[in-house]
């Protein structure tokens, strides 16, 4: 498991990390050829859905959920790259929340170790995070490498982000899809 680490990697009472990521957020980009739909998690995971457009800076409102500010964010991101925006997906955002939720209860951040319940990707990658805000978890994922490359990887097309609140931390799960 490691040593507990904070955002900055100091020492704290903080969530452990599994595998070998360095920081409290961690790219993966997975290739694999066809998901399987699981319909009925996908609706039971389903909440309510943002809509997926670019939006500048200055447009965001104040009383955004910390997922349609994500998603705002990470269009905007797009559009000043010249990228399309990425559409939300039910099925991607249900998860994305099931994810996060469950990073929450074990406080422990960690990547999915199957996408196989998802439907029709050739390409998946994720973006997980914890951070106390969804701003500071946004430019923490821009500021890294790997995860900035997910986010505008012009390949992609849809995009679920699920975030939940624990112990004043979000906990945050961004799954970004290519079609088969």
């Known amino acids: 498991m490691g040593d507990k680490r904070t955002k900055a ?3 704290q009472d903080r969530p452990e990390y599994r595998g070998e990521a360095p ?4 790219g993966l980009l997975v290739q694999r050829r066809h998901g399987l739909l699981s319909l009925l998690t996908a609706i039971a995971l389903s909440g309510p859905l943002v809509a997926a457009g670019p939006t500048p800076a200055s ?3 104040a009383g955004t959920s910390p997922a349609e500010y994500l998603v705002q964010r990470i269009n905007s ?3 000043d790259h010249g990228l399309r925006p990425l559409r939300v997906s039910a099925d991607l955002a249900g998860y994305a929340r099931a ?3 469950s990073m929450s209860g074990s406080r422990t951040l960690f990547h999915t170790s199957d996408f196989r319940v998802l439907c029709c990707w050739s390409a998946i990658s994720e973006n997980v995070a914890y951070d106390d805000t969804a701003r500071a978890a946004h430019q923490a994922l821009m500021r890294s490498p790997h995860h900035r490359a997910n986010i505008l990887d012009p390949s992609k097309r849809s995009l679920g982000v699920g975030v ?5 931390s979000l906990w945050i ?7 088969s």
Do not use: D, K, N
Not at 164 to 168: F, L
Not at 173 to 179: D, I, K, Y
């Open 9 to 11: 990697g100091g020492l």
């Open 23 to 26: 920081s409290p957020t961690e």
């Open 59 to 61: 447009a965001l409102v």
């Open 77 to 79: 991101a797009r559009a």
């Open 99 to 101: 994810h996060s939720a």
């Open 164 to 168: 939940v609140r624990s112990g004043g």
């Open 173 to 179: 799960t961004q799954l970004f899809r290519r079609p």
